[in-house]
């Protein structure tokens, strides 16, 4: 038996903590604010960049812990800044991995700042691709792109396709001395293979938001408190992007911004009575609920079907209300996920 539809919702771009599978099954539909923290994370980025190319940490340590005053100290100061002498970034070539809302801006600012960019995305979106600079090459392949590149940055979400991208036989490509930044998530990296690279001089530096004691312990790598989209401004961004794709989901059965399910949005028309639908994509599914409706005397004003995978999603704008028995009919249909009146 079908149920009405739910929903769930993540203030962030990252679902793993969400049983995406169980819930798509169910007829729940998960949503997300991709590019609500995307300004904040591209900050961090850049700064990592910078961070890791000037030696700022490890520069920072040395002054913490010089003592004494005056000539003391300055000769001190002069004397230690030999050893954090870093390099610029123009010139330099950085690798993005995944082009969606924090890929895309990362890939632009550090085009601001001189590098050459390449990017790896074979899921980009028309949307995305719009907003990339055409200054961005694309790369074919993960290996072409870490052949060119002296420092990668990975924006993908962890899934089994993702999990270790970034791994030992892929840093041995690179320039030597690069660095890899990862505010991804920590599985997306192979921190064996990384903490290999440092040591063997491949890695200059690696930049992590998920630390491990591994890391923690590593002079060469640095690792922060999964700070990439802990902002203020980014905090409100998800808030009121969660609170309005929730708010338009439950008023109108629209779906954006959804992990599981298609993007489905159909304008309302005044006077009319409005259904939505989950159900699996299989075939007859709308003559299927286009002929309850009309056993019960019900003419379909309006209708918008979209498909995902093995779910499908269907709007529908009636002349008339739709009674509790014809919805219920439409619920037993065999392979209707969950349907709901609005």
Excluded at 1 to 22: F, H, K, L, T, Y
Excluded at 153 to 173: C, E, F, G, M, Q
Excluded at 271 to 290: E, F, L
Excluded at 308 to 327: M, N, S
Aim: proline share 5%; glycine share 10%.
């Amino acid at each position: 038996m079908s149920r009405p539809i739910g929903s769930s919702a993540r203030a962030g771009a990252g679902v793993n903590n969400i049983p995406i599978d169980e819930f798509t099954h169910k007829g729940v539909v998960v949503f997300n604010t991709p590019g609500a923290n995307a300004n904040a994370v591209k900050e961090l980025a850049i700064a990592s960049l910078l961070i890791a190319a000037r030696n700022i940490c490890d520069a920072r340590e040395y002054v913490r812990g010089l003592a004494g005053s005056g000539d003391g100290l300055n000769k001190a100061v002069e004397a230690g800044k030999k050893q954090f002498v870093g390099f610029e970034l123009p010139g330099k070539t950085l690798g993005v991995i995944g082009l969606g809302a924090i890929g895309v801006q990362v890939a632009n600012a550090a085009l601001e700042l001189g590098m050459n960019v390449i990017g790896f995305d074979p899921a980009i979106t028309v949307r995305r691709a719009w907003q990339l600079s055409s200054g961005v090459e694309h790369a074919e392949t993960l290996d072409q792109l870490f052949q060119h590149a002296d420092a990668v940055t990975v924006h993908v979400p962890l899934i089994d396709a993702t999990r270790n991208l970034v791994n030992r036989d892929r840093i041995a490509l690179m320039n030597r001395g690069g660095t890899i930044i990862n505010f991804a998530r920590g599985g997306v990296v192979d921190n064996e293979a990384a903490l290999a690279a440092l040591d063997s001089g491949q890695l200059h530096a690696y930049v992590s938001d998920f630390p491990t004691p591994e890391l923690i312990a590593h002079p060469r790598v640095v690792a922060l408190p999964h700070l990439g989209a802990s902002t203020g401004e980014a905090e409100e961004n998800c808030a009121v992007m969660v609170a309005d794709t929730l708010r338009d989901f439950l008023e109108n059965g629209n779906v954006r911004h959804s992990v599981n399910f298609p993007e489905s949005a159909l304008p309302r028309v005044p006077g009319t009575y409005r259904m939505a639908v989950s159900n699996s994509n299989v075939p007859n599914m709308v003559g299927q609920i286009s002929t309850c409706l009309a056993e019960a005397g019900l003419n379909i004003e309006d209708l918008l079907n979209k498909s995902r995978g093995d779910i499908a999603y269907t709007l529908l704008d009636t002349d008339a209300a739709i009674a509790p028995e014809v919805l219920g009919s439409i619920r037993a249909i065999p392979g209707v996920l969950a349907a709901r009146t609005l």
